[in-house]
């Protein structure tokens, strides 16, 4: 695959993660309301680990040696957004038709491309 597709795929996962960071860091109600159904009480440390790690994985991302790490990140965190959109929240939340469910999912896929055309820099990988 391209390098040049790669880089757009890295430059959309990071810029929805990034983007919600504003939201989740303030204490925006729609944030707030999204992680009190998931944490109740433990709303803001929910909220607020989230957002450091959509950055830590944003951030990864763009380090040429750790760029699978980010991969990794974006995977785990998007695939535990996608599962708690299904168990917990709906697809739908605070009627934004589905908006947050379906940009987790295109996150998703764009880590799982990226990790996939990064699969030699793991450490498992078999370089027979």
Not at 81 to 97: C, M, P, Y
């Amino acid at each position: 695959m391209n390098t040049k597709i790669i880089f757009v795929l890295k430059l959309l996962a990071a810029i929805i993660m990034l983007q919600t960071l504003f939201y989740k860091f303030t204490g925006a109600q729609e944030s707030v309301d999204l992680f009190t159904k998931l944490a109740g009480d433990n709303e803001k440390i929910l909220r607020i680990a989230t957002g450091i790690l959509e950055l830590i994985a944003s951030i990864l991302l763009f380090i040429p040696k750790k760029v699978w790490i980010g991969a990794l990140f974006t995977l785990v965190l998007m695939g535990g957004a996608i599962l708690v959109h299904i168990t917990k929240i709906g697809i739908q939340h605070n009627n934004d038709g589905g908006l947050l469910f379906f940009a987790a999912i295109f996150t998703f896929i764009c880590g799982l491309i990226i990790l996939l055309y990064q699969r030699k820099s793991l450490p498992l990988y078999n370089k027979e």
